[in-house]
């Protein structure tokens, strides 16, 4: 405690330097310290950056030990993913149901824990994100989520409330901390990810003519705001409207240069994970791609540059799990997946309608399940109810049928 208070004191004297105050003396018992070439005022962020990399390991909570993710020649058949997990929550149904089925890859994309809220209460994170690290640590303790662990290799996503504040973009003062946390938290943090700004990621599983690409992008760390509605609640603008600014930005510069290197890698079937959804247009105004649909438009024409091709959308976020399909913005026909939410369902059905929405969206807890056919060349996308019933499903072909 003692070692942590210090640590406190020196963010304080860091920060009030920053912004040119006088900085007050530190807490009786405490022994702040400043390096040389932090002697003089330096940005706020630069003061947080330098206390953040002060802080010792037991400061971040750890996930179970997992599964190793498949070897890059090993066929993948069937991916389970999910979405929206309070780990304050008892219900614990759709993660245990994943622990039980049987599958290659499990990826949690996103709002893995509610670290943002105590209870049913928004909070304000301060700099230590002291309620993002318990909400981890709780995740950790679940007997439900060390079961899948112990079962399922993962990948992992964030979205705004493993982020640390709901609904943030770039702005997020304490996003550095917060990346650390992720990453340390799944063991990524000596991997590539762990190398650069922003939680984005792929791996890629199987031979050629069977090589699956996951990429799990970032729309939190780099995003840019979002305009906020002139109706609230209103049908199709309920949060925010679409973006008219020629600064709008999802990935940030080098994830979007990044992606484009990915898209020109060799695979058969693509899964392009985004923490929020992708192809949605008119069913909603709460954050998704559409918001800022200048981005919406340079991802479409990015995968049509590249001429990747087996793309798959698939999203969380919602608390409702919803199907895609659209003609349009891609060469080919493009679906998107909406698995959510694992264990903090809103109501008990939707009146939600998109264009390229495939039946009703289902609101009860639920997870996604895509099941490849290689000798067809299709994708099954298929949205499960907590114990695993299938309640909406689509097939999509990915590529011809091996033989033609």
């Not at 890629?204 to 992008?217: A, D, H, T, W, Y």
């Amino acid at each position: 405690m003692g070692r942590f208070r210090a640590l406190s004191a020196n963010l304080a004297l860091m920060l009030a330097l920053a912004s040119c105050q006088t900085p007050a003396a530190p807490p009786s018992g405490t022994v702040a310290f400043l390096p040389d070439d932090l002697l003089a005022p330096v940005s706020a962020e630069a003061a947080l950056e330098f206390y953040y990399r002060t802080l010792p390991e037991d400061f971040f909570p750890r996930a179970p030990s997992g599964v190793s993710l498949p070897g890059d020649q090993d066929v993948l058949t069937r991916i389970l993913v999910g979405s929206c997990f309070n780990e304050e929550t008892e219900d614990g149904t759709a993660m245990s149901t994943v622990a039980a089925q049987e599958a290659d890859l499990f990826l949690m994309i996103g709002d893995n824990v509610y670290g943002d809220m105590d209870g049913r209460s928004y909070i304000s994170n301060e700099a230590t994100l002291d309620e993002l690290r318990e909400s981890f640590a709780e995740l950790a303790a679940r007997a439900d989520f060390q079961a899948v662990r112990a079962k399922h290799p993962m990948m992992v996503a964030w979205d705004d409330h493993d982020y640390g504040a709901n609904d943030a973009g770039r702005e997020f003062p304490f996003r550095r901390l917060a990346e650390r946390i992720h990453e340390r938290f799944w063991g990524l943090e000596n991997e590539d990810v762990g190398a650069w700004p922003g939680t984005y990621y792929a791996r890629s599983f199987g031979p050629e003519g069977r090589r699956v690409q996951v990429i799990m992008l970032d729309t939190r760390f780099f995003r840019s705001g979002l305009t906020p509605t002139d109706e609230w609640g209103a049908k199709g603008k309920e949060r925010y409207i679409a973006s008219a600014s020629e600064g709008q930005d999802m990935l940030g510069n080098d994830q979007w240069t990044w992606l484009e290197n990915q898209l020109q890698e060799q695979a058969d079937l693509r899964l392009i994970v985004s923490s929020i959804q992708i192809m949605t247009t008119d069913g909603h105004g709460y954050e998704a791609w559409s918001r800022l649909p200048a981005e919406q438009e340079r991802l479409y024409s990015l995968i049509t540059e590249t001429q990747a091709e087996g793309v798959v959308f698939v999203s969380g976020d919602r608390h409702t799990a919803f199907l895609y399909k659209d003609d349009a913005v891609l060469p080919y026909p493009a679906h998107e997946i909406t698995a959510s939410s694992m264990n903090v369902s809103m109501r008990d059905t939707s009146s939600e309608v998109d264009r390229a929405q495939i039946g009703a969206g289902y609101a009860p807890n639920n997870f996604g399940a895509i099941e490849i056919d290689w000798e067809t060349g299709t994708v099954r996308l298929a949205i499960k109810s907590d114990t695993g019933d299938t309640v909406n499903e689509v097939a999509a072909p990915f590529r011809a049928p091996v033989g033609n």
